[in-house]
């Protein structure tokens, strides 16, 4: 799945092509993508320039002249800037025609990707956007101890709560607890105060190196043919051997999710 490092790189990317470009038209193949009404959808999208493009967490929200809309790629959710003669691929499920003979094609093999209209001045307040935490980078240290304080659930299924800190996907969650010698299985409650500023502080540091890299290639993602280098240093995700004590990798699932870690130098916190 597509965490903050890669939709901020998707972002970035998109901004490139389509910015100040205008939505001729838009074709909708597979309407459970859109979760308005498919014609309400179409008729404010249309006749509407590409102004920017912001990203809150994982939600990419396309800023139109008199209206919004929120992508969220989900699983495997793909944007394609092509030309409008090159053949659909069978994946590609909203084209959106451009002003300057292209198309923008979201393309997503799972089906799982959702767009959504929202307000142009006020979308941070709207849902699915006003249910999120802080990301990392802007967390308030205090607000964050306070919400884990409450929090019974192992440290590594927390942090993939957005409503707790938005952004954190499965293998960021690997990375951090790695980074931060945190057994996930640790109790939520137990981290301290000054553990919570650990968190923030790593979250934060992996994340934007990650942004750097491009995000990480992980099965399919990819923005526009530039894929994410981040995999080369990633740690513990998808690794067999500690790099610190050379001992074994374990891989196990916390709450249904891959997790990665070391036994022997990761602890779990009293």
Do not use: W
Not at 36 to 61: A, H, M, P, T, Y
Not at 92 to 98: A, G, V
């Amino acid at each position: 799945m597509p965490e903050l490092p890669e939709v901020e790189t998707v972002r970035r990317t998109l901004i490139n092509f389509v910015l100040k470009k205008k939505i001729v038209s838009v074709d909708v193949l597979y309407p459970n993508i859109i979760e308005d009404d498919i014609d309400e959808f179409i008729e404010n999208v249309s006749n509407q320039v590409i102004n920017d493009i912001d990203r809150i967490g994982k939600f990419l929200i396309f800023k139109l002249d008199n209206t919004a809309f929120v992508s969220h790629l989900r699983m495997e959710g793909k944007y394609h800037y092509v030309d409008q003669y090159i053949p659909l691929n069978k994946h590609d499920h909203i084209i959106f025609n451009l002003d300057d003979g292209k198309q923008l094609r979201y393309n997503d093999t799972r089906k799982f990707g959702r767009m959504k209209l929202v307000s142009l001045d006020n979308y941070s307040n709207e849902l699915p956007l006003s249910k999120l935490g802080a990301e990392p980078f802007n967390v308030d240290v205090k607000e964050l101890y306070a919400k884990l304080h409450k929090c019974k659930l192992p440290i590594k299924h927390a942090i993939l709560d957005q409503s707790i800190i938005a952004g954190i996907g499965n293998i960021y969650a690997n990375e951090i607890c790695f980074a931060m010698h945190l057994d996930p299985y640790t109790p939520a409650y137990k981290l301290t105060k000054k553990s919570v500023a650990e968190l923030k502080e790593v979250s934060s540091k992996i994340l934007e190196e990650a942004i750097e890299q491009g995000g990480t290639t992980i099965h399919s993602f990819s923005a526009n043919g530039i894929d994410g280098l981040f995999q080369v240093k990633l740690k513990a995700h998808m690794q067999k051997v500690c790099p610190i004590c050379g001992g074994e990798i374990t891989k196990e699932a916390i709450k249904g999710r891959g997790t990665y870690y070391c036994k022997q130098c990761q602890k779990r916190r009293k």
